[in-house]
């Protein structure tokens, strides 16, 4: 057993408890409460002394491109120089310069770098993420990815949810019409019944996947068992909300642009929002998805890194965090459970992480902060000391730890 007690607060997301503990047996919590009660309860657990600290449940990032080769960073310095992400991508960057790097990657080159990176999200907080494929656009590429991820699902620390991006783009091999028929007819069986992936997305928006190609798409995933994402309304309105209510998605991701009537729609049809701050400014756009709006109408929202060799290299969800509450105007417990409870929503493993309740994983962050306000208050500073993952410390800040 592993007991965590004498917390200045813990965060459920749920509820807060002061001075409060949370123990363990194995890999699942067994007890959320107050200190003397857990101590007297559970003697002989390794104990955690969390005294003035914060715990709050792991970070679930539930959208991420985790997995690719090369590098954009002259991309970022070019948008700095006023260039858009459509101006890039008709010059040859955008997600077709990382395809190209990404195909001439091995799966050990590709494997060694998702890794690394995933290894500085834990070190931010992030316990449960969700990656996806989408810079092969070919089978024999997005295969390729297909069993990075596998691999990469054995070697982190975190769990992973793992989504079929076939749709990404379009390769410049193949007429676009062309390339959707593959993905209907021979990729997504594929994936199906190797049983690779838990979803699939699509990219709806202007100059990419238009909504009856994404209707295609989606409709086969659905037919072969995959659950249905989206990303959508991020340059343009295309009425990409609405669409992946009527699609019945368990995420619409991006919706920059979304209009009243598709946040409506979404409400309505339960579908999660996985809003990504940090690229909104990434993309300079000076737009920010309108999260009160979705609260306001009764959508659940979710905040996400959208880590990505492009628009948004970022690996902390705790910058998210911030960003969500300042660019969304969200309170900071609207941002928590974003950060945590409602991610684990976004990919269907919301019985299992996102928050600190008897029968879900051990999965808690220790902060050096006396208050949840703090870490919105002290900006752009990784506090973090401890995570466990599964009822074990899988990171820590300090060499011992008492």
């Given at each position: 057993?592993?007991?965590?007690?004498?917390?200045?607060?813990?965060?459920?997301?749920?509820?807060?408890?002061?001075?409060?503990?949370?123990?363990?047996?194995?890999?699942?919590?067994?007890?959320?409460?107050?200190?003397?009660?857990?101590?007297?309860?559970?003697?002989?657990?390794?104990?955690?002394?969390?005294?003035g600290k914060l715990v709050l449940p792991g970070f679930v990032d539930a959208h991420t491109h985790s997995i690719f080769g090369g590098d954009r960073s002259n991309e970022f310095l070019m948008r700095l120089r006023g260039a858009t992400y459509q101006e890039i991508a008709?010059?040859?960057?955008?997600?077709?310069?990382?395809?190209?790097?990404?195909?001439?990657?091995?799966?050990?080159?590709?494997?060694?770098?998702?890794?690394?990176?995933?290894?500085?999200?834990?070190?931010?907080?992030?316990?449960?993420?969700?990656?996806?494929?989408?810079?092969?656009?070919?089978?024999?590429?997005?295969?390729?990815l297909l069993n990075v991820a596998q691999q990469l699902k054995q070697v982190a620390t975190q769990d992973i949810a793992v989504t079929f991006l076939a749709a990404h783009d379009f390769p410049p091999e193949k007429s676009r019409d062309a390339y959707v028929k593959e993905?209907c007819h021979e990729m997504l069986p594929k994936v199906a019944l190797e049983k690779s992936a838990d979803f699939c997305d699509v990219f709806c928006d202007q100059g990419y996947y238009t909504n009856e190609q994404t209707s295609a798409i989606s409709l086969r995933a659905?037919?072969?068992?995959?659950?249905?994402?989206?990303?959508?309304?991020?340059?343009?309105?295309?009425?990409?909300?609405?669409?992946?209510?009527?699609?019945?998605?368990?995420?619409?991701?991006?919706?920059?642009?979304?209009?009243?009537?598709?946040?409506?729609?979404?409400?309505?049809?339960?579908?999660?929002?996985?809003?990504?701050?940090?690229?909104?400014?990434?993309?300079?756009?000076?737009?920010?998805?309108?999260?009160?709006?979705?609260?306001?109408?009764?959508?659940?929202?979710?905040?996400?890194?959208?880590?990505?060799?492009?628009?948004?290299?970022?690996?902390?969800?705790?910058?998210?965090?911030?960003?969500?509450?300042?660019?969304?105007?969200?309170?900071?417990?609207?941002?928590?459970?974003?950060?945590?409870?409602?991610?684990?929503?976004?990919?269907?493993?919301?019985?299992?992480?996102?928050?600190?309740?008897?029968?879900?994983?051990?999965?808690?962050?220790?902060?050096?902060?006396?208050?949840?306000?703090?870490?919105?208050?002290?900006?752009?500073?990784?506090?973090?000391?401890?995570?466990?993952?599964?009822?074990?410390?899988?990171?820590?800040?300090?060499?011992?730890?008492?």
């Open positions: 057993m592993i007991l965590v007690h004498s917390a200045s607060q813990v965060v459920t997301p749920l509820h807060v408890v002061d001075n409060g503990a949370v123990a363990a047996e194995d890999d699942k919590i067994v007890f959320v409460g107050s200190t003397s009660e857990a101590l007297s309860s559970f003697p002989n657990a390794e104990k955690i002394n969390a005294s008709a010059s040859g960057g955008g997600i077709l310069s990382t395809m190209r790097a990404t195909r001439n990657a091995s799966e050990q080159e590709l494997l060694q770098t998702a890794a690394a990176n995933l290894q500085i999200m834990l070190a931010h907080g992030t316990t449960t993420l969700e990656v996806k494929t989408g810079y092969g656009l070919s089978w024999d590429s997005e295969s390729k993905i659905a037919e072969l068992g995959l659950k249905i994402k989206v990303h959508v309304d991020e340059l343009a309105d295309v009425n990409g909300a609405a669409l992946a209510a009527e699609l019945g998605a368990i995420s619409a991701d991006h919706l920059i642009f979304a209009n009243n009537d598709g946040i409506k729609k979404m409400a309505d049809a339960g579908v999660t929002a996985v809003l990504l701050p940090g690229t909104s400014i990434g993309l300079k756009s000076g737009r920010h998805a309108p999260a009160r709006t979705m609260i306001e109408n009764g959508v659940r929202v979710a905040v996400a890194t959208d880590f990505n060799p492009g628009t948004c290299y970022c690996h902390s969800m705790q910058f998210v965090l911030q960003l969500s509450a300042l660019l969304y105007k969200l309170t900071a417990e609207e941002a928590l459970a974003a950060a945590t409870l409602n991610g684990a929503r976004a990919i269907g493993m919301q019985d299992q992480v996102g928050s600190l309740e008897p029968g879900k994983l051990m999965d808690c962050l220790i902060f050096d902060l006396p208050h949840y306000g703090h870490l919105f208050y002290n900006l752009g500073v990784n506090r973090l000391e401890t995570v466990v993952k599964r009822g074990k410390i899988a990171w820590n800040k300090n060499p011992k730890l008492n």
